[in-house]
């Protein structure tokens, strides 16, 4: 049998082979179904021999189904009809047994010498059953199959071997499960192979618009300091704030909007929400032609210049700032001629401060809107003014009513107009690096990063805004007694789930750790990409998910 097994597949493959061990338990379920009514070990083994001609048949049946094969019909009707007729067209298909060879790759070869393992054991129990044909000639009159067998045995003319048989059926079970263990790696392989393709099919370009928002961001922020001037006393301190949420006008030059405020802060520490706040929108291009040009670089004191122009008389709001194309380098303040939108007037408050006001209880696709917004932020204004490194929730602010009444609340980043003084960062209990032991030079000095293994603080940053707006509480709220510091808070709660799902808990957990499979540093495209695809991607989709369900 391992001859024509081999032959076969030499000549037209493995097919064949398969079609000999579909037609072997047939005969051999043929004669049992003559000889069954002569013994009860007879009937067990008919059922044994079925059962395992099932298993075969179902093996071959997955097997074929992921070869694929390619008509016209509803997918599996062609791979049924081949199981139900060995001669059925499609198992002379060369074609179809070239992708079996696809299909099974090195695999191919012990799948034939298994069959024919199988065929040789069905040959050898269908030349055992040939001996029962005495049984039925043998019959006399009116004589039972049941007891013609045992008269016939009795005078040793026939011989019934219980155990030779189960170690037939041993031998079916052991190529059977062979087979299936085979085929069980197969698709494993295949599944594997197919969601690494999956995943590289879905993985999306990084927008182009998000570096076209970073680098005018940037360039907005250096022209406004440029520009901007004060001999007050009284303002210790100028910032300007951005809407994270930038949108691109549909022209051919793809104008960005951004939504900007200018804050003059008192001469005593407060907070930006404390402060004087102008709201600003970017009009189109034409409409601040229509202005009057004033060129702030050549007035002493912008700042002066721009409240006397608001005067007790002129709204808060009626300040813009226009950011022109990016080719052009062109930055413009202007006053509004006409009131084309209505701005919001409510005070900037931190995010941080809303997550601890207790009255304020958005709803999940709201949280998910504000995740989602941070995760863009990250990507368009790292490694500018706007957003440090080291940043968190404090450092991002929103219009504190916005949250109850809009959908989508617009959250803001602020950048000074002048040096920024230090600021505090994530707490840990470490001592200082000088305490610390290196064999470094001396100047080096160890960061918290460094002794925590964070392998990007932006990120890191983004993470931990994901666990506050998760949990809708800032982290000092979220931390307990025996928490060491801020840093294992965080790593704590990102083995929680929240309201927000499974999904939102892995997208933080892979913030905190930076754990995209590429580049840690953001400033590379791969990295950019990554968090695309892994962060934004599926914030968007929970987003959606959310939205239908709210009500």
């Known amino acids: 049998m391992a001859e024509i097994a081999g032959l076969a597949i030499g000549v037209v493959g493995l097919l064949p082979v398969i079609v000999q061990g579909v037609v072997g338990y047939r005969k051999i379920r043929t004669l049992l179904a003559q000889v069954r009514a002569c013994s009860n070990e007879l009937r067990t083994l008919e059922i044994d021999v079925e059962v395992q001609e099932g298993r075969f048949l179902n093996e071959w049946e997955l097997v074929l189904h992921s070869a694929d094969i390619n008509d016209d019909k509803p997918k599996g009707q062609t791979v049924r009809a081949m199981i139900e007729d060995p001669n059925h067209s499609m198992w002379r298909d060369s074609e179809l047994d070239d992708r079996l060879r696809q299909c099974l790759e090195r695999s191919y070869d012990v799948c034939a010498k298994i069959i024919d393992n199988i065929v040789e054991t069905l040959q050898d129990i269908q030349q055992g059953l040939v001996s029962f044909s005495l049984v039925r000639n043998g019959r006399e009159n009116g004589e039972s199959l049941r007891k013609a067998f045992r008269r016939l045995q009795q005078s040793f003319q026939i011989t019934f071997d219980k155990q030779w048989y189960e170690k037939k059926l041993d031998r079916l079970r052991s190529s059977n499960q062979d087979l299936g263990a085979l085929r069980t790696q197969i698709y494993s392989f295949q599944k594997s192979r197919t969601q690494v393709n999956n995943r590289e099919k879905r993985k999306l370009a990084l927008p182009k618009v998000i570096k076209k928002v970073r680098d005018i961001s940037e360039e907005a922020h250096r022209a406004i300091c440029n520009a901007f001037s004060c001999d007050d006393r009284s303002h210790t301190d100028h910032a300007a704030a951005m809407g994270v949420k930038a949108s691109v006008e549909d022209t051919p030059a793809g104008k960005l909007i951004f939504e900007m405020a200018i804050d003059f802060a008192a001469p005593h520490p407060l907070t930006?929400?404390?402060?004087?706040?102008?709201?600003?929108?970017?009009?189109?291009?034409?409409?601040?032609?229509?202005?009057?040009?004033?060129?702030?670089?050549?007035?002493?004191?912008?700042?002066?210049?721009?409240?006397?122009?608001?005067?007790?008389?002129?709204?808060?709001?009626?300040?813009?700032?226009?950011?022109?194309?990016?080719?052009?380098?062109?930055?413009?303040?202007?006053?509004?001629?006409?009131?084309?939108?209505?701005?919001?007037?409510?005070?900037?408050?931190?995010?941080?401060?809303?997550?601890?006001?207790?009255?304020?209880?958005?709803?999940?696709?709201?949280?998910?809107?504000?995740?989602?917004?941070?995760?863009?932020?990250?990507?368009?204004?790292?490694?500018?003014?706007?957003?440090?490194?080291?940043?968190?929730?404090?450092?991002?602010?929103?219009?504190?009513?916005?949250?109850?009444?809009?959908?989508?609340?617009?959250?803001?980043?602020?950048?000074?107009?002048?040096?920024?003084?230090?600021?505090?960062?994530?707490?840990?209990?470490?001592?200082?690096?000088?305490?610390?032991?290196?064999t470094l030079a001396s100047s080096y000095i160890f960061s918290m990063a460094d002794y925590y293994g964070i392998n990007n603080m932006t990120l890191f940053g983004l993470g931990v805004a994901l666990i506050e707006i998760g949990h809708w509480r800032p982290l000092a709220k979220l931390r307990r007694n025996q928490d060491p510091d801020d840093i294992l808070t965080a790593r704590r709660l990102a083995n929680q789930t929240t309201l927000m799902g499974k999904e939102y808990q892995y997208i933080t957990q892979m913030c905190l750790q930076c754990n995209f499979g590429c580049s840690t540093d953001l400033g590379q495209a791969s990295l950019q990409t990554a968090v695309y695809n892994n962060v934004v991607q599926p914030l968007q989709k929970l987003v959606k998910r959310l939205e239908a369900i709210a009500f």
Request: charge should be negative.
């Open 272 to 438: 930006f929400e404390d402060s004087v706040t102008r709201d600003c929108h970017a009009l189109d291009l034409e409409e601040s032609l229509n202005s009057s040009d004033i060129d702030l670089v050549n007035i002493d004191n912008a700042c002066k210049y721009l409240q006397s122009k608001l005067g007790p008389s002129t709204p808060l709001d009626d300040i813009s700032i226009f950011c022109n194309s990016p080719a052009n380098r062109n930055y413009c303040f202007y006053f509004k001629q006409n009131r084309l939108w209505q701005p919001n007037s409510d005070p900037l408050l931190s995010l941080n401060k809303l997550l601890q006001d207790s009255r304020v209880e958005p709803t999940l696709d709201q949280q998910a809107k504000m995740a989602l917004q941070m995760s863009l932020a990250v990507l368009q204004f790292h490694s500018t003014p706007w957003l440090e490194g080291t940043w968190k929730t404090s450092d991002v602010f929103v219009h504190s009513p916005s949250v109850l009444d809009s959908s989508e609340p617009l959250l803001f980043l602020r950048a000074p107009l002048s040096e920024p003084s230090p600021k505090s960062t994530l707490t840990s209990s470490r001592p200082y690096a000088e305490n610390y032991p290196t």
